[in-house]
């Protein structure tokens, strides 16, 4: 058994458009990684992505692509601190539904952090870092204003 959560959320848009906002780094950049995202969501590849919040890019290791309905990546736990902290991936599945009404609900799971103290505080730390991913994406696509800008910093 391990920790994990689940968030979701309706945008306003045709699937093509949401899914293409995830995987391009540059629209990513734009309002998600605040400082930066380097390199497209492909299966296979290892992209960098950069947050003012957490200094340092962080390597995401890109599983599986599949065109408008999923993407599943894996990266660094960030349970503990310094010589405290403890190495090991987890699990990020997005899921993008075309509903019939032309939105797309997006799905966001993370998994896999170890049932310790600290593994506990880390998944809900990435459960509102991804929550806010969705909202930040609606407003960017809907409305084309970046909700992070200054935000963390």
């Known amino acids: 058994m391990s920790y994990g959560f689940k968030v979701a959320g309706r945008i306003n848009k045709p699937v093509g458009e949401v899914f293409e906002a995830v995987v391009d780094p540059q629209q990513l950049s ?7 995202a380097k390199g497209r969501l492909e299966t296979g590849a ?8 957490f200094p340092g890019a962080f390597p995401v290791r890109v ?26 991936e987890t699990t990020v599945t997005l899921t993008f539904l075309a509903l019939e009404d032309g ?24 459960c509102e870092g991804w929550t806010g991913m969705l909202c930040a994406l ?3 696509l809907e409305h084309g204003i970046m909700l992070r800008e200054g935000f963390y910093k």
Do not use: C, M, P
């Not at 734009?30 to 930066?36: D, K, L, R, V």
């Not at 599949?66 to 993407?71: A, L, M, P, T």
């Open 46 to 53: 290892t992209v960098s992505w950069d947050f003012h919040d």
């Open 138 to 140: 609606k407003v960017y």
């Open 103 to 126: 939105r797309t609900l997006v799905g966001i799971a993370e998994e896999g952090w170890r049932e310790t103290a600290s593994g506990l505080k880390s998944s809900y730390g990435n």
């Open 63 to 88: 599983e599986r692509v599949i065109k408008d309905k999923e993407i599943v990546l894996h990266w660094a736990a960030s349970e503990g601190e310094g010589e405290a902290a403890v190495q090991y």
């Open 30 to 36: 734009n309002y998600f990684t605040t400082g930066g």
